[in-house]
């Protein structure tokens, strides 16, 4: 009967625990490298990728949203506007002896509509009402005076020219307005909009 060889131990039992813990530790270490790079990425472990069907559905969004813009604004550029070229005397001296003395206000309108014509000062006060809901036909140039002095107008006389031009000329009898900037306001009753003109005029004193 043979013995076991002196100092020799037997060989410890082979149950598979030694290639078990050696197929885990690769994996795991891959892991851990993936987290940290989505770490240093700004990337949670639980981030998803965006959906794409979502994303295509936004980009569809801002294009007709694009498209529609450029409409509206391609209309504005074709909408004449509604009060068109008004020209009114830079300075007037009501009180003087000069030529200057009344403000010449003549326009056009892009539509046929009934018109009031008032002047206002700097604080948006209204000085002098010239005519109240007076037709006018469309692209018909409408030629107002005004002599400077407040109040509504009890009526007007008409100028009228050798070449069939026509101005109207209001009369309005309150004291005189003050020296200051006016500007003129054209109302539409039946597009019940309100124009000031983009230019002032300047009254000054005698």
């Avoid at 131990?9 to 940290?36: E, L, M, Q, S, Y």
């Avoid at 003129?184 to 019940?192: A, I, K, W």
Wanted: overall charge positive; proline content about 8%; glycine content about 8%.
């Amino acid at each position: 009967m043979s013995s076991p060889q002196a100092g020799g131990a037997p060989p410890p039992p082979d149950d598979g625990a030694g290639a078990h813990i050696g197929a885990d530790a690769h994996p795991r270490a891959d892991a851990d490298a993936r987290a940290d790079a989505d770490a240093r990425r700004g990337l949670r472990p639980h981030d998803a990728p965006a959906d794409p069907l979502l994303a295509r559905m936004v980009f569809a969004l801002l294009v007709l949203g694009c498209f529609a813009a450029l409409l509206v604004t391609q209309r504005l550029k074709h909408t004449p506007t509604l009060v068109q070229e008004i020209k009114l005397t830079k300075v007037i001296a009501p009180a003087s002896k000069g030529e200057a003395r009344e403000e010449h206000i003549a326009f056009k309108l892009a539509k046929a509509d009934e018109v009031t014509v008032t002047i206002e000062s700097s604080s948006g006060e209204t000085v002098a009402t010239l005519v109240r809901d007076l037709p006018v036909r469309r692209y018909k140039i409408l030629s107002l005076r005004w002599n400077g002095r407040r109040g509504t107008a009890d009526g007007y006389g008409v100028l009228r020219r050798a070449d069939g031009y026509t101005t109207l000329v209001p009369r309005n009898h309150g004291r005189l307005a003050p020296p200051g900037e006016y500007t003129v306001r054209v109302s539409l009753r039946r597009e019940d909009r309100s124009i000031p003109s983009s230019r002032t005029f300047k009254l000054v004193g005698p």
